[in-house]
T-cell receptor, first 113, second 109 residues
Framework: EPEVTQTPSHQVTQMGQEVILRCVPISNHLYFYWYRQILGQKVEFLVSFYNNEISEKSEIFDDQFSVERPDGSNFTLKIRSTKLEDSAMYFCASQGQTYNEQFFGPGTRLTVL | DAKTTQPPSMDCAEGRAANLPCNHS???????VYWYRQIHSQGPQYIIHGLKNNETNEMASLIITEDRKSSTLILPHATLRDTAVYYCIVRDNNNDMRFGAGTRLTVKP
Protein backbone atom coordinates (compact mmCIF):
# COMPACT_ATOMS: atom_id res chain seq x y z
CA GLU A 1 0.00 0.00 0.00
CA PRO A 2 1.46 3.41 -0.94
CA GLU A 3 2.36 5.68 1.92
CA VAL A 4 3.72 9.12 2.69
CA THR A 5 7.26 9.07 4.03
CA GLN A 6 9.12 11.76 5.96
CA THR A 7 12.77 12.32 6.79
CA PRO A 8 14.37 12.68 9.21
CA SER A 9 12.27 11.11 11.93
CA HIS A 10 13.94 13.35 14.50
CA GLN A 11 15.84 16.60 13.94
CA VAL A 12 17.69 18.46 16.66
CA THR A 13 18.92 21.96 15.88
CA GLN A 14 20.17 25.09 17.56
CA MET A 15 18.00 28.17 17.77
CA GLY A 16 18.56 30.43 14.77
CA GLN A 17 19.59 27.60 12.46
CA GLU A 18 17.80 26.68 9.24
CA VAL A 19 16.12 23.29 8.94
CA ILE A 20 14.59 21.49 6.00
CA LEU A 21 12.02 18.79 6.61
CA ARG A 22 11.46 16.39 3.77
CA CYS A 23 8.42 14.49 2.62
CA VAL A 24 7.76 12.09 -0.23
CA PRO A 25 4.04 12.17 -0.97
CA ILE A 26 2.12 9.33 -2.55
CA SER A 27 2.81 9.14 -6.26
CA ASN A 28 0.19 10.80 -8.48
CA HIS A 29 -1.28 12.81 -5.62
CA LEU A 30 -2.00 16.43 -6.44
CA TYR A 31 -2.45 18.19 -3.09
CA PHE A 32 0.19 18.51 -0.42
CA TYR A 33 0.04 19.78 3.15
CA TRP A 34 2.12 20.49 6.20
CA TYR A 35 0.77 20.39 9.74
CA ARG A 36 2.46 20.70 13.09
CA GLN A 37 1.62 19.44 16.56
CA ILE A 38 3.23 20.92 19.62
CA LEU A 39 3.54 18.32 22.38
CA GLY A 40 0.20 17.82 24.10
CA GLN A 41 -1.67 20.14 21.76
CA LYS A 42 -3.88 19.74 18.71
CA VAL A 43 -2.78 19.24 15.13
CA GLU A 44 -2.45 22.65 13.46
CA PHE A 45 -2.70 23.34 9.75
CA LEU A 46 0.29 25.20 8.29
CA VAL A 47 0.03 25.26 4.52
CA SER A 48 -1.49 23.60 1.48
CA PHE A 49 0.17 23.33 -1.91
CA TYR A 50 -1.35 22.60 -5.28
CA ASN A 51 -0.24 23.06 -8.86
CA ASN A 52 3.20 24.19 -7.72
CA GLU A 53 2.01 27.02 -5.55
CA ILE A 54 0.66 27.68 -2.09
CA SER A 55 -3.13 27.58 -2.10
CA GLU A 56 -3.73 28.33 1.58
CA LYS A 57 -1.65 29.11 4.64
CA SER A 58 -2.40 29.68 8.29
CA GLU A 59 -1.29 32.55 10.49
CA ILE A 60 1.44 30.28 11.84
CA PHE A 61 3.06 30.08 8.40
CA ASP A 62 4.94 33.37 8.49
CA ASP A 63 7.96 34.58 6.51
CA GLN A 64 10.22 32.15 8.36
CA PHE A 65 8.50 29.23 6.64
CA SER A 66 8.62 28.18 3.01
CA VAL A 67 7.62 25.13 1.01
CA GLU A 68 8.93 23.71 -2.19
CA ARG A 69 8.43 20.78 -4.51
CA PRO A 70 11.88 20.83 -6.09
CA ASP A 71 11.84 17.71 -8.23
CA GLY A 72 8.27 16.53 -8.69
CA SER A 73 8.52 13.93 -5.95
CA ASN A 74 9.81 15.55 -2.78
CA PHE A 75 7.88 18.17 -0.83
CA THR A 76 9.91 20.19 1.65
CA LEU A 77 9.24 22.57 4.52
CA LYS A 78 12.00 25.02 5.36
CA ILE A 79 12.25 27.03 8.54
CA ARG A 80 14.82 29.77 8.01
CA SER A 81 15.72 30.72 11.55
CA THR A 82 14.32 28.32 14.09
CA LYS A 83 12.91 29.45 17.42
CA LEU A 84 12.39 27.46 20.58
CA GLU A 85 8.63 27.52 19.97
CA ASP A 86 9.11 25.76 16.63
CA SER A 87 9.76 22.54 18.54
CA ALA A 88 6.96 20.20 17.49
CA MET A 89 6.00 17.20 15.38
CA TYR A 90 5.66 18.17 11.75
CA PHE A 91 3.36 16.07 9.60
CA CYS A 92 3.21 16.01 5.84
CA ALA A 93 0.06 14.85 4.06
CA SER A 94 -0.94 14.25 0.47
CA GLN A 95 -4.26 13.88 -1.27
CA GLY A 96 -5.27 12.59 -4.67
CA GLN A 97 -8.29 14.60 -5.72
CA THR A 98 -10.50 17.31 -4.30
CA TYR A 99 -12.40 16.10 -1.23
CA ASN A 100 -10.50 12.84 -1.12
CA GLU A 101 -8.93 11.76 2.13
CA GLN A 102 -5.52 13.05 3.13
CA PHE A 103 -2.82 10.52 3.89
CA PHE A 104 -0.40 11.53 6.60
CA GLY A 105 3.24 10.66 7.03
CA PRO A 106 4.75 9.47 10.31
CA GLY A 107 6.04 12.93 11.16
CA THR A 108 9.36 14.58 11.95
CA ARG A 109 10.02 15.53 15.53
CA LEU A 110 11.83 18.87 15.54
CA THR A 111 13.64 19.88 18.70
CA VAL A 112 15.08 23.39 18.86
CA LEU A 113 17.65 23.96 21.60
CA ASP B 1 -11.34 27.64 14.62
CA ALA B 2 -12.64 24.08 14.31
CA LYS B 3 -16.29 23.88 13.35
CA THR B 4 -17.02 20.82 15.47
CA THR B 5 -17.68 19.99 19.11
CA GLN B 6 -16.69 16.64 20.62
CA PRO B 7 -16.56 15.30 24.17
CA PRO B 8 -12.99 15.41 25.46
CA SER B 9 -12.90 11.78 26.52
CA MET B 10 -14.82 8.51 26.46
CA ASP B 11 -14.31 4.97 27.67
CA CYS B 12 -15.43 1.79 25.99
CA ALA B 13 -15.22 -1.86 26.96
CA GLU B 14 -13.24 -4.13 24.68
CA GLY B 15 -15.49 -5.94 22.22
CA ARG B 16 -18.33 -3.46 22.61
CA ALA B 17 -19.36 -0.80 20.13
CA ALA B 18 -17.81 2.63 20.59
CA ASN B 19 -20.11 5.49 19.62
CA LEU B 20 -18.34 8.81 19.27
CA PRO B 21 -20.59 11.88 18.85
CA CYS B 22 -19.79 15.11 17.03
CA ASN B 23 -21.77 18.33 16.71
CA HIS B 24 -21.34 20.48 13.63
CA SER B 25 -24.36 22.75 13.72
CA UNK B 26 -22.89 25.36 11.34
CA UNK B 27 -22.00 22.92 8.57
CA UNK B 28 -22.67 24.16 5.04
CA UNK B 29 -24.49 22.18 2.39
CA UNK B 30 -21.39 21.18 0.44
CA UNK B 31 -19.09 20.46 3.38
CA UNK B 32 -18.14 16.90 4.20
CA VAL B 33 -17.67 15.35 7.63
CA TYR B 34 -14.37 13.53 8.03
CA TRP B 35 -13.13 11.35 10.85
CA TYR B 36 -9.48 10.74 11.61
CA ARG B 37 -7.72 9.22 14.58
CA GLN B 38 -4.26 9.62 16.07
CA ILE B 39 -2.58 6.88 18.05
CA HIS B 40 0.12 8.24 20.38
CA SER B 41 2.19 10.70 18.33
CA GLN B 42 1.73 8.95 15.01
CA GLY B 43 0.39 10.73 11.96
CA PRO B 44 -3.40 11.07 11.84
CA GLN B 45 -5.09 8.13 10.18
CA TYR B 46 -8.12 8.51 7.94
CA ILE B 47 -11.19 6.54 9.05
CA ILE B 48 -14.24 7.56 7.04
CA HIS B 49 -16.07 10.54 5.57
CA GLY B 50 -19.56 11.43 4.38
CA LEU B 51 -21.77 14.19 3.07
CA LYS B 52 -25.34 13.33 3.99
CA ASN B 53 -25.80 9.59 3.69
CA ASN B 54 -24.63 7.07 6.25
CA GLU B 55 -21.36 5.42 5.31
CA THR B 56 -19.66 2.17 6.27
CA ASN B 57 -16.24 0.75 5.56
CA GLU B 58 -14.01 -1.91 7.04
CA MET B 59 -13.05 0.30 9.96
CA ALA B 60 -16.23 2.05 11.03
CA SER B 61 -19.69 3.39 10.30
CA LEU B 62 -20.66 7.04 10.07
CA ILE B 63 -24.18 8.10 10.93
CA ILE B 64 -25.13 11.65 9.90
CA THR B 65 -28.39 13.15 11.12
CA GLU B 66 -30.90 14.27 8.53
CA ASP B 67 -30.31 17.95 9.31
CA ARG B 68 -26.53 17.26 9.13
CA LYS B 69 -25.93 19.13 12.37
CA SER B 70 -24.40 16.14 14.09
CA SER B 71 -22.87 12.76 13.39
CA THR B 72 -21.73 9.63 15.19
CA LEU B 73 -18.74 7.47 14.43
CA ILE B 74 -19.31 3.84 15.34
CA LEU B 75 -16.53 1.34 15.90
CA PRO B 76 -18.58 -1.87 15.99
CA HIS B 77 -16.24 -4.04 18.06
CA ALA B 78 -13.65 -1.91 19.79
CA THR B 79 -10.24 -3.42 20.53
CA LEU B 80 -7.42 -2.17 22.72
CA ARG B 81 -5.67 -0.97 19.58
CA ASP B 82 -8.52 1.44 18.94
CA THR B 83 -7.41 3.54 21.90
CA ALA B 84 -6.63 6.89 20.29
CA VAL B 85 -7.74 10.49 19.88
CA TYR B 86 -10.59 10.69 17.37
CA TYR B 87 -11.09 13.85 15.37
CA CYS B 88 -14.30 14.92 13.68
CA ILE B 89 -13.54 17.50 11.00
CA VAL B 90 -15.74 19.54 8.71
CA ARG B 91 -13.97 20.03 5.42
CA ASP B 92 -14.28 23.57 4.16
CA ASN B 93 -14.57 24.71 0.59
CA ASN B 94 -10.91 25.38 0.00
CA ASN B 95 -10.10 21.77 0.75
CA ASP B 96 -8.20 22.35 4.00
CA MET B 97 -8.77 20.50 7.27
CA ARG B 98 -8.73 22.15 10.67
CA PHE B 99 -8.36 19.81 13.64
CA GLY B 100 -10.05 20.37 16.98
CA ALA B 101 -9.12 18.81 20.29
CA GLY B 102 -10.90 15.54 19.45
CA THR B 103 -12.18 12.79 21.74
CA ARG B 104 -9.71 10.64 23.61
CA LEU B 105 -11.18 7.13 23.43
CA THR B 106 -9.86 4.60 25.91
CA VAL B 107 -10.78 0.98 25.27
CA LYS B 108 -10.59 -1.02 28.47
CA PRO B 109 -10.22 -4.79 28.84
Amino acid sequence: EPEVTQTPSHQVTQMGQEVILRCVPISNHLYFYWYRQILGQKVEFLVSFYNNEISEKSEIFDDQFSVERPDGSNFTLKIRSTKLEDSAMYFCASQGQTYNEQFFGPGTRLTVL
Amino acid sequence: DAKTTQPPSMDCAEGRAANLPCNHSTISGNEYVYWYRQIHSQGPQYIIHGLKNNETNEMASLIITEDRKSSTLILPHATLRDTAVYYCIVRDNNNDMRFGAGTRLTVKP
